[in-house]
């Protein structure tokens, strides 16, 4: 592994080190039968994960958005691609990226390695025309074939090859060993008295508990379901919205690549796991996020709309906000300015130590073209 790794994950013969409090058999379940872990294919995966020559003109890696000097997401509100464009959707972490039910905040990728064919051919993002222009591309680049030879055992560059190295590189990705996750396995002082009560306002009063769950098998905040709780979908005509996407999405050649693209149009956008399903019921509704590292990645929500964690707090305690598809989870909290902070200072024991010396030792990805 290069330097851009800066936590020996990979062991000797690939034991990997599993940050404390991360399940490491889940790890290990997770790692699909057709695209077994090596430590060449992560390393390869590794380089065209930074490598800007995947996107049209040069200048947009997947690094660009999922930066390691921002915990492997950026701080925009919405995603920045080639030549500036703007999606209409903030970019997740891709650090535990893999522990995902689904993949994006509409699920509409089922696998890693589907997920990471998508935004090279999405014309605001990496902007390639086709998955063969991509192929091509790399290719081109002479020094990629013996990686590809002892990835994979044979130079045949394809994207499905592609994405598998990606997906594998991004299966080391991982956060844990938190304060939090101290405190769990026993370290009474590992997180300060507010943040205690913050988490049993988590559990209680705060009602977080119902939708971010949490247990030692599944620690990652999130039930990997889908809900409205008013951040989108709020305005009146989004039922017309609706009946005009999916007549986009019926009427497209490849449907999936109509819906990757209509998500990233405002209105479209909000529309969330309807776009998907098709069922009323999801119109507004978005994966519920994880919440490791989350003192990292602001600002906050599939849209970027909330700037900080006190903010989100202040939304959550007004109820959300009700519209036709609101979730039935949702209500008015009560909760005191103080209890807010405390929720505040026990979301920032989620942060790994790792995670935050890698975002301090890390150079910022450039949009330079890549020769
Ligand atoms: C222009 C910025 C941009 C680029 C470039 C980009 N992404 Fe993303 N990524 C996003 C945004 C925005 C989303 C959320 C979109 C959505 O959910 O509809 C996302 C979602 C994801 C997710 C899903 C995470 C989750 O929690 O659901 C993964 C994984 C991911 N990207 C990996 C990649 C990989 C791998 C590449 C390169 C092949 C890449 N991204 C390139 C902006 C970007
Ligand atoms: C009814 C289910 C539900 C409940 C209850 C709930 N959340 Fe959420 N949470 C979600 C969903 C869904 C999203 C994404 C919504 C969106 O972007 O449209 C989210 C987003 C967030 C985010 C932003 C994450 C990011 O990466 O941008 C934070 C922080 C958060 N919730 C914290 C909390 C806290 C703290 C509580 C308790 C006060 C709470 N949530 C209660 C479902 C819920």
Same mark, same amino acid.
């Given at each position: 592994m290069s330097d851009k790794t800066p936590w020996p994950l990979l062991k000797k013969k690939f034991q990997i080190d599993i940050p404390k409090g991360l399940p490491a058999d889940l790890w290990a379940e997770l790692i699909p039968k057709d695209n077994p872990m090596s430590a060449a294919k992560v390393s390869l995966g590794e380089k065209l994960y930074f490598d800007k020559r995947l996107s049209v003109d040069r200048t947009v890696s997947c690094a660009t958005c999922h930066d %390691?000097?921002?915990? =492997?997401?950026?701080?925009?509100?919405?995603? &920045?691609? @080639? !030549?500036?464009?703007?999606?209409?959707?903030?970019? %997740?972490?891709?650090?535990?990226?893999?522990f995902n039910e689904l993949q994006f905040w509409d699920g509409r990728a089922p696998t890693l390695e589907e997920q990471a064919k998508l935004p090279i051919i999405n014309p605001l993002e990496m902007g390639m025309k086709d998955h063969n222009v991509v192929v091509d591309r790399v290719r081109e680049a002479a020094e990629y074939r013996p990686l590809f030879r002892s990835a994979f055992g044979n130079e045949t560059i394809t994207i499905?090859? @592609?994405?598998?190295? &990606? #997906?594998?590189?991004?299966?080391t990705q991982l956060s844990g060993d938190s304060p939090f996750d101290r405190f769990i396995a026993g370290d009474n002082n590992a997180i300060s008295d507010a943040a205690k009560r913050g988490w049993d306002l988590y559990n209680g009063q705060g009602r977080c508990i119902s939708c971010h769950a949490w247990?030692?098998?599944?620690?990652?905040?999130?039930?990997? !379901?889908?809900?409205? @709780?008013?951040?989108?979908? !709020?305005?009146?005509?989004?039922? #017309? =919205? #609706?009946?005009?996407?999916?007549? =986009?999405i019926s009427q497209g050649r490849n449907k999936t690549q109509v819906t990757d693209e209509l998500t990233l149009r405002e209105g479209f956008s909000e529309l969330g796991r309807y776009l998907v399903t098709g069922q009323p019921r999801d119109i507004g509704a978005f994966k519920t996020s994880m919440l490791r590292d989350i003192e990292l990645t602001a600002p906050y929500m599939h849209n970027g709309s909330e700037k900080t964690l006190?903010?989100?707090m202040k939304f959550y305690n007004k109820g959300g906000e009700i519209n036709p598809n609101f979730d039935g989870g949702m209500r008015p909290l009560k909760l005191t300015d103080p209890q807010l902070d405390e929720m505040v200072e026990f979301m920032k024991t989620l942060t790994s130590d790792a995670t935050r010396r890698r975002m301090q030792t890390s150079k910022p990805q450039t949009r330079d073209v890549a020769r």
């Open positions: %390691p000097a921002t915990a =492997l997401a950026d701080n925009n509100a919405v995603g &920045i691609g @080639i !030549k500036s464009l703007k999606g209409a959707r903030n970019a %997740p972490t891709v650090l535990n990226s893999m499905d090859a @592609i994405a598998n190295a &990606i #997906a594998a590189f991004e299966r247990n030692a098998s599944q620690p990652f905040f999130s039930d990997f !379901k889908f809900h409205n @709780i008013g951040v989108a979908a !709020k305005d009146q005509n989004i039922t #017309a =919205l #609706a009946r005009k996407a999916r007549q =986009l006190l903010d989100v």
